[in-house]
C-alpha cells in the first residue's frame, strides 16, 4: 500500500475601507494601508471553501516508521541529493554506493547530534 497527499486550496479575501473621491483613489489607499503594518484597522475577511485540487503519491526522500521503541528510517535520495553527496564524498554520481549513502547519512547525524 502506498500513501498520498491530498491537496486543498481555499482563498483568504480581505476587504479594507477607506474614504475616497473614486475607486482609483480608493484602491490606491487600500494599497497603501495594507503594507503598513498599524493600517489594516477596518477590514473584513471572508475565506472560500476548501476545494479539492490535486492528489498526488507520498514519495519523500526521508520517511520514517516506529519501530520496537526506536525509529526506521527510509532514505530514497533523487539525482540532487545524489549528486551533492558524491560531491562531498569528492566521487561521481555514478560511482555513489548504498555504503557510500548510508556512511555519509551516519555521520551527518552523528556531526549533528554533537553539536
Known amino acids: ?43 473584513v475577511f471572508d475565506q472560500s471553501d476548501f476545494e479539492f485540487s490535486n492528489t498526488e503519491i507520498y514519495d519523500p526522500e526521508i520517511d520514517s516508521q516506529e519501530i520496537d521503541g526506536g525509529v526506521n528510517l527510509k532514505f530514497k535520495p533523487d539525482r540532487k541529493t545524489k549528486n551533492i553527496i558524491a560531491t562531498r564524498l569528492q566521487k561521481s554520481p555514478k560511482e555513489l554506493t548504498s555504503n557510500d549513502i548510508e556512511g555519509f547519512v551516519k555521520e551527518c547525524v552523528e556531526v549533528g547530534l554533537k553539536a
Open 1 to 43: 500500500m502506498s500513501k498520498y497527499i491530498s491537496y486543498f486550496q481555499s482563498v483568504t479575501s480581505i476587504g479594507i475601507m477607506t474614504h475616497a473621491k473614486n475607486i482609483r483613489e480608493a484602491e490606491q489607499k487600500a494599497k497603501l494601508k495594507l503594507k503598513n503594518k498599524d493600517g489594516v484597522n477596518y477590514c
